[in-house]
């Protein structure tokens, strides 16, 4: 039997299809979806501004985090979706800003055409280690 635990905060927008949050205890490893600019009636935030919507993004992940008791200190690999990869220095400074610190994890920004919304500009999904 899996020890998996199966998450959907309520602050959140609904995850059709999918889970916000799996968080593996035997394996002491949390694993977030990518959280995008949505608010929890799924309406997009920050237009058509990158760095807004990184910021929205990075306020969901911290919901997620705090729906398996992990930190920012706790992130350990993330990786981010978006349509302007080149705009990494707007994108670094919107995390900075939401985790009030300049530590990162490892990371890898890639490039898409495209995600599961028209207007949504920046996804990004983390590999968390579970606090003892």
Do not use: C
Request: aromatic residues 6%; proline residues 5%; negative net charge.
């Amino acid at each position: 039997m899996s020890s998996r635990k199966l998450l959907n905060p309520t602050a959140l927008h609904a995850a059709p299809g999918f889970t916000n949050v799996v968080s593996a205890p035997a394996a002491g490893l949390g694993f977030l979806s990518g959280q995008v600019a949505l608010d929890s009636d799924f309406a997009i935030v920050g237009g058509d501004d990158l760095a807004e919507q990184t910021k929205a993004a990075m306020r969901n992940i911290k919901i997620a985090l705090d729906a398996i008791g992990a930190t920012w200190e706790d992130v350990y690999r993330r990786t981010i979706y978006t349509l302007q990869p080149t705009q990494y220095e707007t994108i670094t400074a919107a995390i900075e800003e939401v985790q009030g610190s300049s530590e990162h994890p490892a990371q890898t920004i890639v490039g898409v055409t495209g995600l599961a919304l028209d207007g949504l500009l920046i996804e990004i999904e983390t590999t968390v280690v579970l606090p003892e």
